[in-house]
């Protein structure tokens, strides 16, 4: 059972940054990709990016490219998602995820997820 804790949200203005991260326990071979994801009030859950563990390549959507780095820490089981160039329209609910599968570009399906952390970003 894999178990993913997010840490880090905050309260940011427009422009600055912010370094969530997300420490996962109870597994260290069976999980290939992790992400992740936001969600703001009244709409769906959004993918931010994605990462193959082993391979470390990493994906990104169109609106947090350039921005947002998602990095991990491999010996310390820690995933991170670095937030440069923060908007007001980046204010959500932002969710780590983990997954066994190695198909990580196109990956939005997760089986293991955190609870999430608030990030609020003031104009």
């Known amino acids: 059972q894999v178990k993913l804790a997010e840490s880090g949200g905050g309260s940011v203005q427009a422009g600055g940054s912010l370094r969530l991260s997300c420490a996962a326990s109870?597994?260290?071979?069976?999980?290939?990709?992790m992400g992740w994801f936001r969600q703001s009030p009244g709409k769906q859950r959004e993918w931010v990016a994605n990462i193959y563990t082993t391979g470390g390549a990493t994906y990104y959507a169109d609106s947090v490219k350039g921005r947002f780095t998602i990095t991990q820490d491999r010996a310390t089981n820690m995933l991170y998602l670095r937030m440069n160039s923060v908007k007001p329209e980046d204010t959500a609910v932002y969710y780590c995820a983990a997954d066994g599968s190695r198909a990580c570009r196109d990956r939005r399906i997760f089986e293991y997820w955190g609870q999430g952390t608030q990030v609020t970003v003031s104009s």
């Open positions: 109870g597994y260290s071979y069976s999980v290939y990709c």
